[in-house]
T-cell receptor, first 114, second 114 residues
Framework: DAKTTQPTSMDCAEGRAANLPCNHS???????VYWYRQIHSQGPQYIIHGLKNNETNEMASLIITEDRKSSTLILPHATLRDTAVYYC???????????????FGQGTTLQVKP | EPEVTQTPSHQVTQMGQEVILRCVPISNHLYFYWYRQILGQKVEFLVSFYNNEISEKSEIFDDQFSVERPDGSNFTLKIRSTKLEDSAMYFCASIRGLGTGELFFGEGSRLTVL
C-alpha cells in the first residue's frame, strides 16, 4: 500500500502557483520522495524527487520539511496542460530486496482553470 | 529524448483468448516493469524483471500472466486466457539502475476484453 496521503483534488488558476501537499509521516531514512503525474490516461511522467533538501528543476520545485514527514510540490506558473493526477510516492534507495518498483496511491487531481 | 514504446496502443479480444503486449524499453536500461490501470482506478504494480527473471510480482500477477524478454530489445506481457476483468491500460516501464533515477513509462496499451 502507498505510504503517502494526498488531498483527492485541488483547483488552481492558470498562471498562478500550484502547491500540492503530501504527508509521508512514516518515511524512513533511506526513502526518497518522488513525484509523478498522469495526464488523462497517458503513462505516468516523472517530475522530481528528493531526500531531504529542497529540489528544483525545469518543471517544478520540491519542498521537504525538516522532519521529512511531509512535502509540497510547487508548479510555479500552472498552465492548462498541467491538469493531471499528481502522485507523491516514497521509494527506498537501492539496497537489499529493492526492485525499484513504485507504488501509486490515488494521487491528487489538479484542475487548472482559465 | 529516449522513450519506452508499447504496442499495440489498443487491443480488443474475446474472453478466453491469449494476448501479448509488447514493450521496447530504453536501450541501456536493465530493470523492467509492468503496471496496469483499470479505468477510474489507481496504477497497480504487476511485476518487475531483471537479469532475465522476475524479481518481484504482485498478487495480481497470477498464473495467467507471464513476462519474457525474448531478445535484446523487447519485453512482453502475456495473458494466457483473458477475463473481462483484465480490461485495463497496461503500462511498461524501465530504469537503468536501482539508484535514485527515474522510472520511464510507456504510453500504455489499452486492452478491452469482450
Amino acid at each position: 500500500d502507498a505510504k503517502t496521503t494526498q488531498p483527492t483534488s485541488m483547483d488552481c488558476a492558470e498562471g498562478r502557483a500550484a502547491n500540492l501537499p503530501c504527508n509521508h509521516s512514516t518515511i524512513s531514512g533511506n526513502e526518497y520522495v518522488y513525484w509523478y503525474r498522469q495526464i488523462h490516461s497517458q503513462g505516468p511522467q516523472y517530475i522530481i524527487h528528493g531526500l531531504k533538501n529542497n529540489e528544483t528543476n525545469e518543471m517544478a520545485s520540491l519542498i521537504i520539511t525538516e522532519d521529512r514527514k511531509s512535502s509540497t510540490l510547487i508548479l510555479p506558473h500552472a498552465t492548462l496542460r498541467d491538469t493531471a493526477v499528481y502522485y507523491c510516492i516514497v521509494r527506498p534507495r537501492s539496497g537489499s530486496g529493492n526492485t525499484g518498483k513504485l507504488i501509486f496511491g490515488q494521487g491528487t487531481t489538479l484542475q487548472v482553470k482559465p | 529524448e529516449p522513450e519506452v514504446t508499447q504496442t499495440p496502443s489498443h487491443q480488443v479480444t474475446q474472453m478466453g483468448q491469449e494476448v501479448i503486449l509488447r514493450c521496447v524499453p530504453i536501450s541501456n536500461h536493465l530493470y523492467f516493469y509492468w503496471y496496469r490501470q483499470i479505468l477510474g482506478q489507481k496504477v497497480e504494480f504487476l511485476v518487475s524483471f531483471y537479469n532475465n527473471e522476475i524479481s518481484e510480482k504482485s498478487e495480481i500477477f497470477d498464473d495467467q500472466f507471464s513476462v519474457e524478454r525474448p531478445d535484446g530489445s523487447n519485453f512482453t506481457l502475456k495473458i494466457r486466457s483473458t477475463k473481462l476483468e483484465d480490461s485495463a491500460m497496461y503500462f511498461c516501464a524501465s530504469i537503468r539502475g536501482l539508484g535514485t533515477g527515474e522510472l520511464f513509462f510507456g504510453e500504455g496499451s489499452r486492452l478491452t476484453v469482450l
